[in-house]
């Protein structure tokens, strides 16, 4: 049975630099297209830097390549991710009754993956 | 606006320096940024930050048509026609973003949902709107950055990351500035941040309280207690927010000792679970808070003008965000009028987008319903959402290309003063046209329908005559 986390989307300074210089460009593309990961965890699943690997959320699913977090930066068992179509991704529809879904702290299963899917 | 700065005659492009210059990426609104600007280009932008240089040295003229209806290239006279007649013929419009555009064409578009009965909501719901909720419920202990800059001698962020999403407020505002009653700058001010993770800003923080993740609530209570001198036990309360009693108690002692205690919360507390509920007791501990000392807490507003948003949809309806016109008279329920949910629930049949991403931050569900219906599009640059968009209008950027006025995240109105020209339209200037021509559908429907059962009630034409 795979692990659970904890996935927090936020923004960085990279993601607001590559809005500017747009959407479908290099730097907004490639920031918002990696998941952070804490060092313990890397260990844990024997992850190394750009391997992919394959998140689930209750709402959907992603591929996305990792690195490590900063040490210290994270905990082990929770994630980061820059906002972005991935992180949409997982999040559910449902604003119980605020206007506003469940962005961050969703639960997510995590297991490394050989490469992406056709 | 801004003096054109033409090569036709194919000599060099005039330079010129315009002092005083807005930002408007951020709620920060920098308004003493010094651009020098090269015929339609800004090359420098002194003083701004590192999503400031960003913002001005990427938003050149874009050389995409001014207008494309489905993909297609089209004038703009052609785009606003379909434009009125897609709001004119939907039975729930719905009408989205607003928050990166003037409080003047926020006004017009405000006046757009009216005539045709629209939901408008802006992107407040999905980033400081649970704390809208909390204001009205609770009440807001509030202050100027001003008076942050000249009093604040405690800081606390909490569930903010201003190092990355608003770089300048701490020196410009919160921590570095010499002020009146703290002359020594940030020698005379203590920073705590309060977080998950361990931020860039925590770097900058004299106390970091790294919480358990989805434990604000229970912290923030735990904080109330200990302000009202109930006595807790440490296990609980280490069981319940991964943080020893001991770090709470020596904060509230920090607190109460404070002369001028400013809490600035961002997304950390509105986006995790909880949502309104974390902001309203964070508002309610800083209103605790003042039985003992002066305490205040702001919100770190994200994009350019979303506090104008908030103010302009406030005094045209009553209501800041998440409002149903459909009726003839608005209405309020975050949940239900929420764009999100709309848009998820697939009851929205026509939407018109100003200045915002939906098809890039909303969940899936949401997107694929928007996707599935006609929607107006308006932006500087392709995104996602102009994409897939019926009519998608590339517009002058604000601040930059255009002037205005936007208002500062603690509601502080600043004027723009735009660097150069541009040859696509404001969307100021095409909101107006859409206005114009969905009035004159409407005053047509009226007068073609003899006996007219809607609900809304009689209404004064352009002319002075009343619609009935």
């Known amino acids: 049975m795979s692990k659970t986390y904890i996935l927090i989307p936020g923004r960085t300074s990279q993601q607001g630099v590559g809005i500017n210089e747009g959407k479908f460009e290099a730097t907004y593309q490639s920031e918002i297209s990696v998941l952070q990961v804490a060092l313990d965890d890397m260990e844990d699943l024997g992850l190394e830097a750009d391997d992919f690997v394959r998140v689930t959320s209750e709402h959907g699913e992603i591929e996305i390549k990792v690195k490590s977090a900063k040490k210290g930066e994270l905990p082990a068992g929770l994630l980061f991710i820059a906002y972005g179509d991935y992180s949409s991704r997982l999040m559910g529809a449902d604003t119980h009754g605020s206007g506003m879904p469940t962005s961050k702290g969703i639960d997510v299963t995590m297991e490394k993956i050989a490469a992406l899917s056709e | ?468």
Not at chain 2, 17 to 26: G, L, M, S, Y
Not at chain 2, 289 to 303: D, S
Not at chain 2, 407 to 429: G, K, N, Q, T, V
């Open chain 2, 1 to 468: 606006m801004a003096t054109v700065t033409t090569d036709a005659s194919q000599q060099e492009p005039e330079l010129k320096i315009v002092e005083d210059a807005t930002c408007t990426f951020c709620g920060c609104v920098c308004d003493d940024i010094e651009l020098t600007v090269k015929g339609h280009e800004i090359t420098q932008a002194k003083r701004a930050c590192v999503l400031g240089k960003a913002w001005f040295l990427n938003h050149s003229v874009d050389d995409r048509p001014s207008c494309l209806i489905k993909g297609q290239p089209a004038s703009v006279e052609e785009g606003i026609e379909r434009a009125a007649q897609i709001l004119t013929q939907s039975r729930y419009p719905l009408m989205y973003g607003l928050s990166d555009t003037t409080t003047e064409s926020q006004r017009v578009a405000v006046s757009i949902a009216d005539w045709v009965g629209a939901n408008v909501d802006t992107t407040t719901s999905v980033c400081h709107g649970p704390s809208g909720m909390a204001f009205q419920g609770v009440g807001e202990v509030t202050c100027s950055l001003g008076e942050v800059r000249n009093r604040g001698d405690l800081i606390i962020f909490w569930g903010a990351n201003p190092a990355e999403s608003h770089p300048r407020h701490f020196t410009r505002y919160s921590l570095m500035p010499k002020g009146m009653f703290v002359p020594n700058g940030r020698k005379d001010r203590t920073c705590v941040v309060i977080d998950v993770r361990k931020t860039k800003s925590a770097n900058t923080a004299d106390i970091f309280i790294q919480l358990k993740p989805r434990s604000d609530f229970e912290a923030l209570w735990t904080l109330r207690a200990l302000c009202a001198g109930v006595e807790l036990e440490a296990e609980q309360v280490l069981a319940d927010t991964g943080v020893e009693l001991a770090v709470w108690q020596d904060l509230m002692d920090r607190m109460k000792g404070s002369r001028f205690g400013v809490f600035f919360f961002g997304m950390g507390l509105t986006m995790t679970r909880g949502k309104h509920t974390n902001t309203e007791a964070l508002l309610a501990l800083t209103r605790d808070m003042n039985q003992h000392t002066r305490f205040v807490c702001k919100p770190n507003r994200g994009h350019g003008n979303v506090t104008g948003a908030d103010n302009v949809v406030a005094w045209r309806t009553g209501y800041p965000f998440g409002v149903n016109l459909t009726r003839g008279y608005p209405r309020f329920n975050p949940g239900e009028y929420t764009a999100s949910d709309v848009l998820a629930r697939g009851e929205a049949d026509a939407a018109i987008i100003i200045a915002s991403d939906p098809m890039a931050n909303f969940s899936e569900r949401a997107r694929e319903h928007l996707k599935s219906i006609p929607y107006i599009a308006f932006d500087p640059k392709e995104t996602p959402t102009t994409r897939n968009a019926e009519v998608a209008f590339t517009v002058a950027t604000y601040g930059i290309n255009v002037p205005g006025t936007v208002y500062r995240m603690d509601d502080i109105p600043i004027p723009l003063r735009p660097a150069f020209d541009c040859h696509h339209p404001s969307d100021l200037e095409i909101l107006q046209a859409i206005e114009a021509r969905v009035q004159e559908i409407r005053v047509q429907g009226f007068q073609s329908t003899e006996e007219n059962t809607s609900l809304r009630p009689a209404r004064e034409l352009p002319d002075g005559s009343i619609a009935e």
